[in-house]
């Protein structure tokens, strides 16, 4: 009897242990932007991005404020909140969705695992599918989450002042850089 | 002989112009964002106080303090370094889901090495918005943080 119920203890601690290690988060992700272009290259960094990863389903999620961003040039960072982004108007930007080969990475083991991720990304109020490989890194406990992908600024209706229009690259390449904890509830 | 004057006159003031253009755009273009250690806070406020605020409504608080320069003062709850070396400093109260999170300027992060949690501090900084999860959470972030004392 005693020893049933040490073993049903046992079992009901494992799979408390075990549901309270399927999430993972950031509160201080990276996530910065590149755009190459004839006249300068354009690079800013936000470095408060949240993630939260869910292990056990593969849900992913991103957020950032999009005034957040810093730049090397005082110029293009008002230019970037005021003009293009819109940063009064749509403070936020976010990304919503799965490593579809959520099944072929083991949490429990250290490595480095190729992810296929795809969900929705919204940035200046418009949301659009998006699709990348990425990778995640289990290292000692935590999970490195990390992508590049090019997006379109059409796609996000994010309009270029003719006046520059040549000189400016109509795509910009992101690169998602997430060390990410267990998160204890 | 006079009119050789005016042509000198009007040659002299437009190359003088054309400089003073010149040099402004460039400084201009140049300009570097301002580091925060130099630049006296719009407002000064408590941990607690604005995150009440940005609690009840988030819109109305937006109108007040994004793009500003405050000086926000609390308890240090955590003291964050993240996988590149930078440091957050976060402020509010520890059984609170809600925090103020300073993101700390690198030139300036030195001085946040040392803090203790739970101490007081005032860290000034650039209101960038509140970020709220349902998981983790919500955060008014501050970017390019200075301790302020």
Do not use: W
């Amino acid at each position: 009897m005693n020893k049933r119920i040490i073993l049903l203890a046992v079992l009901l601690t494992g799979t408390l242990m075990m549901k309270a290690q399927d999430k993972y988060f950031t509160r201080n992700g990276t996530i910065t932007f590149y755009s190459k272009a004839p006249l300068e290259n354009i690079e800013a960094q936000n470095k408060s991005v949240t993630c939260v990863l869910d292990t056990k389903t593969g849900n992913l999620q991103f957020a950032l404020m999009m005034k957040g961003f810093e730049f090397e040039k005082a110029l293009m960072q008002e230019h970037f909140n005021e003009n293009y982004i819109e940063s009064h108007k749509y403070p936020k930007s976010d990304f919503k969705g799965q490593i579809v080969n959520n099944d072929a990475i083991d949490y429990s083991k250290d490595g480095d695992y190729t992810a296929k991720v795809k969900g929705k990304l919204t940035i200046h109020g418009e949301t659009r599918d998006v699709e990348t490989l990425g990778k995640i890194s289990v290292k000692g406990g935590k999970v490195i989450a990390a992508a590049d992908f090019i997006i379109a600024l059409e796609d996000y209706k994010v309009e270029i002042p003719k006046l520059v229009k040549d000189n400016i690259s109509k795509t910009v390449k992101i690169a998602v850089g997430c060390s990410l904890d267990v998160l204890k509830s | 002989m006079k009119r050789k004057r005016i042509k000198r006159i009007i040659f002299f003031s437009a190359a003088i112009i054309l400089v003073t253009v010149g040099l402004y755009a460039f400084s201009e273009y140049n300009r570097k964002v301002k580091d925060l250690s130099k630049v006296k806070a719009d407002m000064e406020i408590s941990a607690a106080d604005i995150l009440a605020e940005y609690e009840k409504d988030e819109a109305a608080s937006n109108q007040l303090y994004l793009d500003k320069v405050i000086a926000v003062k609390g308890t240090v709850k955590s003291l964050e370094k993240n996988d590149k070396g930078h440091y957050s400093v976060v402020l509010g109260n520890e059984n609170s889901m809600a925090s103020v999170r300073c993101s700390m300027d690198s030139i300036h992060q030195r001085k946040a090495e040392d803090l203790v949690t739970g101490s007081v501090v005032t860290v000034k900084g650039a209101c960038t918005g509140f970020n709220s999860n349902d998981l983790l959470g919500s955060d008014l972030i501050l970017n390019r943080c200075v301790i302020q004392n």
